[in-house]
């Protein structure tokens, strides 16, 4: 009956350790914030302007973790100034995670899907002719960056992405099915809980 009882034991024990070590990172939920600088495509006949994104996320492995953000810019036309562009979007972005023990800066590599939406003003053709556009559509991310090590309150990100918007509506450049936009960034992980 001991020998029952200690085997019991023991293969518990290591049963328990083997759950333990499978979660050896940190897989609380955290929230993203960050602001930057978003290069526009010539082709979009806008102004580079600044972005903001506000988002929620989570390591699922040591060495990934997903988030979803949500953006917002607001560039004015070269050519007109009056005339307002802005874009939001939402995104889901997977990030590998490059993390070596003793280091405090970790580089990443992020690839992400989400939606954009455009709202576009442009001067009426005639006097019935609608004045603004509102269209949405899917854009792709990739990117490379750099954060710093979890620790119990904050991190910080700095990110350099590439991000293809496939808006083939624009009233401004008819011609283009697409765009590339460079965004750069930082910003802030604030782990929950």
Do not use: C
């Amino acid at each position: 009956m001991n020998k029952k009882i200690l085997t019991a034991a023991l293969l518990g024990g290591l049963a328990f350790a083997q759950a333990a070590s499978a979660q050896e990172f940190d897989d609380r939920w955290y929230l993203t914030g960050s602001a930057g600088f978003n290069f526009q495509d010539n082709d979009r006949l806008t102004n580079d302007a600044p972005f903001v994104t506000l988002g929620l996320g989570k390591f699922i492995s040591p060495n990934w973790s997903l988030d979803g953000e949500l953006n917002y810019q607001n560039p004015n036309f070269d050519a007109n100034q009056d005339q307002n562009w802005s874009q939001y979007g939402v995104s889901f972005d997977l990030r590998r995670h490059f993390i070596k023990e003793g280091r405090g800066w970790n580089p990443y590599i992020v690839g992400g899907l989400g939606y954009q939406k455009s709202e576009e003003e442009y001067p009426a053709l005639n006097t019935n002719g609608p004045r603004e556009r509102k269209d949405g559509n899917l854009a792709a991310k990739l990117g490379v960056g750099l954060q710093t090590t979890f620790d119990k309150r904050v991190a910080v990100r700095a990110e350099v992405a590439y991000r293809a918007d496939f808006d083939d509506q624009s009233i401004a450049a008819r011609d283009e099915s697409w765009f590339g936009d460079v965004l750069a960034s930082v910003g802030v992980v604030i782990p929950l809980g």
